[in-house]
């Protein structure tokens, strides 16, 4: 058996024919790829600028910073995500684009299926940055809570209510879900329950509350006052009266009524007009009653 002898001149010899190979192919891959450096280079440059210009805009918006912060950041990481891809073009890397896009899609799929709650708040969260329903200082009533809108980031809203407690709702609660905002609006329609004795002259009553809400409430055009008596209550004949107040948060509302109250209550007294207690009256007829005296005779023994 004839052994092979190692030649180190040919090995030499195959190792330079190699390497001029490679020489060879970089330099035909050189320009693609100082081309390639120069187009990712400008799309960073104007990724940079797009993300400032962004930001420029969302400050004329009542968003929180940090909302301002992340979506300039995901503008900026687009811009360049989209400047990688056309420098992977001109370097002709067509399977390797389309095996990284395979590759980003099943990695995309996966962590979707797995943050899918927390991607939803997130997304909710920039819609309801947007949206000029919800803003900050706004007083709104969502899912059982009502209260100020102090923060709204990218996972949940964060409200104050009137004791001073904070409640943090997950913004796809509120995307999903209903919300009542009582800031969008300047005039609120207050409403406002009460009972006269069965006693009262209704017609003055009426007229007497009416004339007591215009008093104390300037009515703007387009704007009116409902009284309709509703019920034969235990104790009373109630009402409703339902008129406009300045009003942009449950306080402003609670404070129209507190001045409609003693402001009625302050007319009402001034004409005996009786606001009864719910309590319930008893009549005895005095003839249905006889009281009789029995005597009883001791004898004695």
Known sequence: MQETKFSLERYIEKLWDKTSDWVEDFAGFLPSLIVAIIILSLFIFIAKYVSK????????????????????????????????????????????LTTLLATAGVGSL???????????????GIVLSFIPEVQIRDWIET????????????????????????????????????????SRTKRTRIILNCGV??????????????????????????????????????SSINYIVRFWANAVNKSDELMAKHKAIKAIRKAYNEHNINIPFPIRTLDFDKNKFRAETIQVEHKNN
């Open 143 to 182: 899912n059982g809570y009502s209260g100020e809108v102090l923060e709204v980031n990218l996972r949940n809203i964060v409200i104050k209510e009137a004791d001073n407690n904070f409640v943090v709702i997950p913004n796809s609660k509120i995307a999903e879900g209903t919300f009542k905002n009582y």
């Open 197 to 234: 004795g069965y006693e009262s002259d209704l017609d003055f009553v009426e007229e007497l509350t009416l004339n007591t809400i215009r008093n104390n409430f300037k009515t703007r055009r387009g704007e009116y006052i409902d009284f309709a008596y509703t019920e034969f209550g235990d």
């Open 110 to 124: 996966a962590i979707g299926l797995a943050l899918q709650g927390t991607l939803n708040n997130t997304f909710s």
């Open 53 to 96: 210009f962004t930001l420029r805009i969302l400050l004329k918006r009542d968003l929180q910073q940090s909302v301002r912060n992340i979506i300039s950041r995901i503008v900026k990481f687009i811009v360049i995500t989209i400047g990688i891809f056309v420098a992977l073009s001109v370097l002709h890397l067509d399977k390797f």
